[in-house]
């Protein structure tokens, strides 16, 4: 099947509105990284940060735009990745493995996302992201986990569901 092209209706910063066979959909100027992260006492590392769409805060797993600042223009994704973390969380990655590719709303939007495993972890700092973030991290042990999640979301958070399968990734 051949794909017919879009037309672009409303262009921003890091966003375009399009329009195809009357459809219209959401894209992005640059590609997503997000970041299953483990550390060495088997804890899954998530970030909790304030998110101005839905007007909430969200725990979400490690993430972030790829090359949308001009020092990082250049990266490969799987560089970004590695600094993504460490932005974040203030964990290092030995090795970074990629995973799959998803679709993050294909009914709304033509973005995707690239998993990556993040592998021999090693504290380096503390996270919180970049001056344009405020993010709070967290080390969820694996068997806390559900019921951890299900109290954040009792308390009003928004729970990302890349959430969901990095856990089915991660089952062992």
Do not use: C
């Not at 100027?29 to 909790?48: C, D, G, M, Y």
């Not at 560089?79 to 709304?108: D, I, K, Q, Y």
């Not at 694996?142 to 729970?159: E, H, N, S, V």
């Amino acid at each position: 099947m051949v794909k017919s092209s879009a037309q672009t209706r409303f262009e921003g910063r890091y966003l375009l509105l399009k329009e195809r066979d009357g459809w219209e959909f959401v894209a992005r100027h640059h590609p997503v990284a997000a970041i299953i992260a483990w550390t060495p006492s088997n804890e899954l590392v998530l970030v909790e940060q304030y998110r101005k769409p839905i007007e909430k805060p969200t725990i979400e797993i490690p993430a972030g735009l790829i090359g949308d600042v001009e020092e990082t223009a250049l990266e490969t994704i799987s560089a970004a990745a590695n600094r993504e973390l460490e932005e974040e969380t203030g964990w290092r990655a030995g090795h970074m493995e990629e995973g799959m590719m998803v679709p993050t709303s294909a009914g709304m939007s033509s973005e995707w996302v690239q998993f990556f495993w993040a592998r021999d972890l090693v504290k380096v700092g503390l996270g919180g992201g970049d001056a344009s973030e405020n993010i709070t991290v967290h080390e969820i042990p694996k068997d806390q986990i559900d019921a951890w999640l299900m109290d954040k979301y009792q308390q009003g958070y928004a729970i990302d569901p890349k959430i969901y399968a990095a856990l089915y990734w991660s089952v062992t």
